[in-house]
């Protein structure tokens, strides 16, 4: 019986410890917070919150869609620039998005620069 449980502890704090390796990797990395960007389903930044995207230097010059239709957004936290496209692309109509300050359109596409 002692046997037992001394072979499931120690199986178990094995499987916590191989677990724990990845999580440990990432939470570690040097990745910093740069901007939040705060989406409405309509025009006016007030009504149908999205929600924020939170963008950490890595995602730097790289396109991304937006998950829903956008209405409006607000830029805050901005250490580096966002530009907002009517493409998925990140190709046409590009517009530099200035901090707090509502963005009403429609967008399909987000590129940070840092």
């Known amino acids: 019986m002692f046997f037992a449980s001394l072979v ?9 410890r191989a ?5 440990l990797d990432v939470c570690g990395r040097n990745d910093p917070h740069e901007l939040d960007i705060r989406t409405f389903g309509v025009e006016g930044c007030q009504d149908e919150n999205q929600g924020v995207y939170t963008l950490e230097l890595s995602q730097s010059n790289v396109c991304y869609t937006f998950v829903d ?4 957004l607000t ?3 901005n250490l580096c620039t ?3 496209y009517d493409d998925d692309a990140c190709t046409e ?4 998005v200035p901090t707090n300050i509502c963005q009403n359109g429609t967008w399909k596409s987000y590129k940070m620069t840092c």
């Open 8 to 16: 499931a502890a120690i199986a178990l704090a094995v499987i916590q």
């Open 69 to 72: 239709p956008i209405g409006s």
């Open 93 to 96: 109509a590009p517009v530099v």
């Open 75 to 77: 830029v805050a936290d």
């Open 19 to 23: 677990c724990a390796a990845p999580i």
């Open 82 to 84: 966002l530009t907002i």
